[in-house]
């Protein structure tokens, strides 16, 4: 079992960077695949990027590719989302998940995601 801690969400004004942290506690962090989802305002889950357990693959949704960037450290058991060029249409829970992989493994199905953590709120001002 692995629990996670979304911190770093808060208000910003558009255009502005800000970088998400997840740190894991409990099993080796380096036996997972990560990725961050987002719960915009009244709309479904949808899923940002992630990274696979030793961070040589990353994925990232169409809406963030060129301003999102996804990395890790197993040795700090932390997950980071570095977001830049910040919109409006940004504005989400953001949650960090985890699911036990193999190397180089990763997914965009919220339901391989067997932890996750109790989300950050974004807020982005235009």
């Known amino acids: 079992q692995v629990q996670l801690v979304e911190s770093g969400g808060k208000s910003v004004q558009a255009g502005d960077s800000l970088r998400l942290s997840c740190v894991a506690s409990?099993?080796?962090?380096?036996?997972?695949?990560v990725a961050w989802f987002r719960r915009p305002p009244g709309k479904e889950r949808e899923f940002v990027g992630t990274?696979?357990?030793?961070?040589?693959?990353?994925q990232r949704a169409d809406s963030v590719k060129g301003r999102f960037i996804l990395s890790r450290d197993n040795a700090q058991n932390t997950v980071w989302l570095q977001m830049n060029s910040l919109k409006p249409e940004d504005t989400a829970v953001y949650y960090c998940?985890?699911?036990?992989?193999?190397?180089?493994?990763?997914?965009?199905?919220?339901?391989?995601?067997?932890?996750w953590g109790q989300g950050t709120q974004v807020l982005v001002s235009s």
């Open positions: 990274i696979s357990r030793g961070g040589t693959v990353t």
């Open positions: 409990g099993r080796p962090f380096s036996d997972y695949a």
């Open positions: 998940a985890a699911y036990f992989a193999v190397t180089g493994e990763v997914s965009r199905d919220d339901s391989r995601y067997r932890h």
